[in-house]
């Protein structure tokens, strides 16, 4: 198994930054992707970013230029730092970590983390 928790929720101003942590813990060998989601009111969940095994990151058309995504392998963690937020950034942010097999893939989550962006 594998424990994902967030940190660095919260509420902020518009234009302003955050960032965002998540620590993973267990079996945490073998995880091949690991990245941001993120799920306003109403809305489906979506990707923010996610950074490969190899550190390569990778962003939604939304996140270019505003988000950056970076993991420290010796902590085993990953943070998404967060500039010039907007109201619409508004979300739960969750935590995810993939692993990936040639015939299978498997999914871990965090429980997810608020950030509230006010105008």
């Known amino acids: 198994q594998v424990q994902l928790k967030e940190s660095g929720g919260g509420l902020v101003q518009a234009g302003e930054s955050r960032t965002l942590a998540c620590a993973a813990s267990?079996?945490?060998?073998?995880?091949?992707?690991m990245g941001w989601y993120r799920q306003a009111p109403g809305k489906q969940r979506e990707l923010v970013a996610t950074i490969s095994r190899s550190s390569v990151p990778s962003y939604a058309e939304f996140a270019k230029g505003r988000f950056s995504i970076s993991k420290d392998n010796t902590k085993n963690t990953i943070s998404l730092q967060m500039n010039s937020l907007k109201p619409e950034d508004t979300a739960v942010y969750y935590c995810n970590a993939k692993r990936q097999t040639l015939s299978t893939s498997y999914d871990y989550w965090g429980q997810g983390t608020q950030v509230t962006v006010s105008s």
């Open positions: 267990g079996m945490i060998l073998g995880l091949n992707v």
